[in-house]
């Protein structure tokens, strides 16, 4: 085992020394390191293994007190990961990194066992979204401390394509100090000259790369068919159509009001398992579904979006996307990151945290002022009283 390690040593050198950090995320902060089990959980494709490195790079540059270990190592097929981590930490090892954990087979069973045999070790791990790691795994729902990993927020993505180190703000920030955050804002840049990019591509880090970005999140997309709802959530194979179906005739229309019967006659499945795959595509943060505040799965939605703006460009035809569309979801996405978000009363208007009423609108607003509610128009510059850009949303995170 020991030539196996330094092997693993030399690899992890490498990968730390040569990670492409372009832009720090804000969950670095955000994560309680002290813990000695630490889940991140993300969809497909959001950074989760340049996010370990990252860590591994800032806290420990290439100390050998820190590891990092992909599970699709095929060394773990016949070779214990318990075993493996004694070894580590007769090394000196402290911290261990595991990437894609849910390739072992007893992912979580391994990871108890290391937590209970070496108590001085910091375990990191990372997985899909569509795992439940405490409310359905007996094995670590009393220990592990669970962090979500996201794609780009807007202000994420304008920091690295403007220069730029604006901080996040809070809801209660925008909603009350709105118009002095916009000002500081569009004194340094012009959020505008950016907003399009993002809303098309810029939610996932790999637009960086330098290949067709629709391709590769169309390739991304049946990964979380295949791997984050097939395999993890133990489906067999022969359903795989019927699941990728159910995703194009959804995200065509979307957003939209689901016809449950008609999807399942469309399908050929029964409408229980229709809900049971809209739940299962909402794991693997390829939708998202609204309900009117006090509803909930598994009743049926009354409305369902898809995740993030740049699965309308590869699903719907990208001369035809409808621009309200596009706004309704960008502020979903960003906004049920910390928020509880129903369905309003109205069309174009979303409830949230159960009080308070958002009306998504375009460049101008539409019928009088209700000062009960809250104005979110596509705007390019700053906001007043109960008018707020909808760009501004995006630094929520």
Not at 85 to 107: H, I, M, N, Y
Not at 359 to 365: D, E, K, S, W
Request: with cysteine.
């Amino acid at each position: 085992m020991e030539q196996y390690l330094e092997q693993f040593y030399r690899t992890h050198k490498y990968l730390v020394e040569h990670v492409q950090s372009h832009v720090r995320r804000q969950l670095m902060d955000e994560i309680d390191w002290n813990d000695r089990l630490i889940g991140i959980k993300g969809c497909r494709g959001v950074g989760k293994t340049t996010f370990l490195l990252d860590y591994a790079k800032e806290k420990f540059g290439t100390d050998r007190s820190c590891l990092y270990i992909n599970l699709n190592q095929l060394y773990f097929t016949k070779n214990s990961l318990v075993d493996f981590a004694r070894e580590f930490c007769r090394e000196g090892g402290k911290t261990l990194l595991l990437d894609q954990v849910f390739k072992s087979p007893d992912w979580s069973q391994e990871l108890r066992a290391i937590y209970d045999a070496c108590p001085a070790l910091h375990l990191v791990f990372s997985g899909s979204s569509v795992m439940r790691l405490k409310e359905e795994n007996p094995f670590l729902g009393d220990i592990v401390k669970s962090y979500n990993l996201r794609g780009f927020s807007f202000r994420e993505f304008l920091n690295l394509m403007s220069g730029n180190n604006f901080r996040s703000y809070s809801l209660d920030d925008i909603l009350h100090h709105h118009e002095e955050i916009a000002a500081s804002i569009l004194s340094e840049v012009k959020p505008s000259d950016y907003f399009q990019d993002y809303i098309h591509h810029g939610f996932y880090p790999f637009f960086l790369e330098k290949r067709n970005f629709s391709e590769n999140l169309l390739k991304t997309m049946n990964m979380m068919i295949e791997v984050d709802v097939l395999v993890i959530k133990q489906i067999d194979l022969k359903y795989l159509s019927k699941i990728r179906l159910l995703l194009y005739l959804i995200g065509h229309d979307a957003p939209c009001i689901p016809n449950i019967s008609q999807l399942s006659n469309e399908i050929e499945i029964s409408r229980a398992t229709v809900m049971n795959y809209i739940k299962y595509l909402k794991d693997a943060r390829l939708i998202d579904t609204v309900y009117p505040v006090g509803e909930s799965f598994p009743k049926k939605p009354s409305k369902i979006y898809l995740h993030n703006t740049n699965l309308m460009y590869v699903l719907q035809d990208k001369l035809k996307i409808d621009r309200q569309a596009l706004r309704e979801t960008f502020f979903h996405n960003t906004t049920h990151r910390d928020n509880k978000v129903n369905q309003g009363k109205k069309d174009r208007q979303f409830i949230l945290n159960e009080h308070m009423t958002f009306q998504i609108c375009g460049p101008a607003m539409s019928g009088k002022n209700n000062p009960d509610f809250w104005y979110v128009l596509d705007i390019p510059g700053a906001g007043r009283g109960n008018v707020i850009p909808l760009w501004l949303f995006g630094f929520l995170y």
